[in-house]
């Protein structure tokens, strides 16, 4: 159920080729071919193009500095009261509480609709984690388009709206080709699951219309030369000092923390790197019940007083993916922060 350590496990065997496997099935129904064809050259006209740099989007001089706070698999009120001892202690600058993203698994692990409304309505962001958890990388295009709108489809059904429901993250993080092109041809927004380097003058999220912008010789992720996926956005996890790309400070194995290491010290310094650069985005990503990471008191007390030091500088920001992706594609300089984000529920 971890997340974070199969990024780092030995790859194993991949399977011949998981494109191939997404070609096969989509031979057994034109109809639905055709379909994609026209969605996918509708999406193309109008795709946002943004390549893979280390310099700010459209020449911003002062750009904020952006934090992605995401958490994955369980949306139920035990992840609820972790997650909001976190979010609901800490402001942005304009005053409003700080959101998550939620990368919810709606069958293998504890979902709740209630919950998740209530997130929504708290204007957090909900996306897809797949229905049951499984490994993708080696499934049928049928199978894993099962799996990541199935999860989808789920949170709509709780009264969230489809366009609301753009994003989604691989179960430990095992992605492969096939993941990204359900994604595009099921109109999703963004990924968010390659590991990327973090430290100073990291290279920020970019559009996949030449396949995946980043190194994807890392174990658990799978990449192919002709990929394309126009307007179809890579958000990485950035790779803390410790080498997590997750739940900094615990042991990739075993999930146990990992002895002597302190979450605040490894996400303070990771944030001074990216805020004395080139304010590339930070992430932290956690889990609250499988990896029990912000269900331990130490940990998510560390978390908090990483927060409470990043938004003691005024031209910091934790927003949601989806805002982040706004901001990508529209940005503003650090000083007109407040008024980008007077549209978004505070
Ligand atoms: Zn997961």
Redesign the pocket.
């Known amino acids: 159920?971890?997340?974070a350590p199969a990024w780092r496990l030995a790859a194993g065997a991949q399977a011949a080729s998981a494109g191939a496997w997404h070609i096969l099935d989509m031979r057994r129904g034109t109809t639905l071919l055709l379909a994609l064809v026209a969605a996918a050259l509708l999406q193309s006209a109008a795709a946002v193009t943004v390549r893979a740099s280390t310099r700010p989007p459209k020449n911003i001089k002062r750009p904020p500095q952006l934090i992605l706070f995401s958490h994955?698999?369980a949306v139920d009120s035990a992840a609820y009261g972790y997650v909001t001892d976190v979010t609901d202690r800490h402001r942005n600058p304009n005053g409003c509480r700080i959101k998550a993203t939620w990368?919810g698994?709606t069958s293998d692990?504890d979902f709740s609709c209630s919950t998740a409304k209530k997130l929504y309505g708290k204007g957090h962001e909900l996306a897809a984690?797949?229905v049951n958890?499984p490994d993708l990388r080696h499934m049928s295009y049928s199978k894993v388009k099962k799996e990541i709108v199935g999860s989808r489809d789920k949170i709509v059904s709780c009264g969230i709206p489809e366009s609301r429901v753009v994003g989604f993250?691989?179960?430990?993080l095992s992605d492969s080709p096939t993941v990204r092109q359900v994604l595009a041809d099921y109109g999703f927004r963004y990924d968010s699951t390659i590991g990327v380097a973090g430290g100073s003058n990291r290279l920020w999220p970019a559009t996949m219309e030449d396949g995946v912008p980043y190194d994807c010789d890392q174990a658990g992720q799978y990449c192919e030369s002709d990929e394309s996926y126009p307007g179809l956005w890579e958000v990485p996890l950035y790779e803390l000092p410790d080498g997590n790309l997750m739940d900094v400070c615990t042991d990739e194995s075993s999930g146990d923390p990992q002895s002597g290491c302190s979450p605040y010290k490894q996400l303070k310094k990771d944030f001074d790197r990216a805020y004395g650069s080139n304010r590339g985005p930070v992430t932290v990503g956690v889990?609250s019940i499988?990896t029990g990471f912000l269900k331990n008191d130490k940990f998510r007390g560390e978390v908090n007083k990483f927060f409470q030091y990043a938004l003691q500088h005024k031209d910091v920001w934790v927003v949601t993916i989806s805002q982040f992706l706004d901001w990508m594609e529209a940005p503003v300089e650090a000083d007109k922060m407040a008024a980008f984000m007077a549209k978004y529920k505070c």
């Open positions: 159920m971890r997340s994955d698999d990368f698994c692990c984690h797949t958890h993250r691989t179960p430990f889990h499988t």
